[in-house]
């Protein structure tokens, strides 16, 4: 009875997360006790798009005003446990009708959008940039592909069963298009239109 009691607090947890990704506009990081006695990391953080150059600064940065404007908005919510990871993204506001990819990469934002690294992967493909796709596939890296309605809103949610290396998962990045999956291409998704700084792995 117990160990159905946590399969099912697991449960409710992660479905939450999915819903908190569509509504939230804070910012918070926890580390919990879980019920059978292992540690869960839930992060929610919400952001409003801005270029490189705005004065003020920002957590969520926009290469390409045409694809993600400046002013558009993005939630990320994570719960992660010893062996699952999950991840609920939601956006607003961008081009309307089009997909997009969308991944978890290494380092955070910065003013060049190669500044947030490689895609974050579980097992590393020691030959780089990683286009193979025994490594570069949607249960070794987090993708987060997405197409937006008639509003420019959209959402995906990507489940792993893996949890980040400590300070190895810092940003998700917005791409050109839907990510790719072939030989010799897998991982690709085109021009870095944003990118969205946030503490996805602790420190330590």
């Known amino acids: 009875m117990q160990g159905t009691q946590t399969r099912t607090s697991k449960a409710l ?31 929610h953080v919400a952001g409003q798009f801005a270029p490189p150059t705005a004065s003020t600064p920002w957590n969520a940065v926009t290469y390409d005003t ?29 081009r309307a009708g089009h997909t997009y990819g969308a991944h978890v990469h290494t380092k955070p934002c910065g003013n060049r959008p190669a500044d947030a690294g490689p895609h974050y992967q579980d097992r590393k493909d020691p030959h780089q ?14 993708w987060l592909d997405f197409t937006t309605n008639a509003k420019g809103d959209g959402a995906a949610v990507s489940l792993n069963h893996f949890k980040f290396r400590p300070g190895e998962a810092r940003s998700v990045v917005i791409h050109e298009h839907k990510t790719e999956t072939g030989p010799h291409t897998a991982g690709i998704a085109g021009a870095r239109m944003a990118c969205f700084t946030l503490p996805l792995s602790p420190a330590n």
Do not use: C
């Open 13 to 43: 947890r992660v479905t939450g997360v999915v819903g908190i990704a569509a509504t939230l506009a804070m910012v918070s990081s926890t580390a919990s006790a879980d019920s059978d006695g292992g540690v869960f990391h839930q992060v």
């Open 129 to 142: 940039p990683s286009v193979d796709p025994t490594y570069a596939n949607a249960k070794n890296e987090v």
């Open 66 to 94: 045409n694809s993600v404007p400046a002013g558009s908005g993005i939630t990320v919510s994570k719960y992660a446990d010893n062996t699952l990871t999950v991840l609920a993204l939601a956006v607003s506001g961008l």
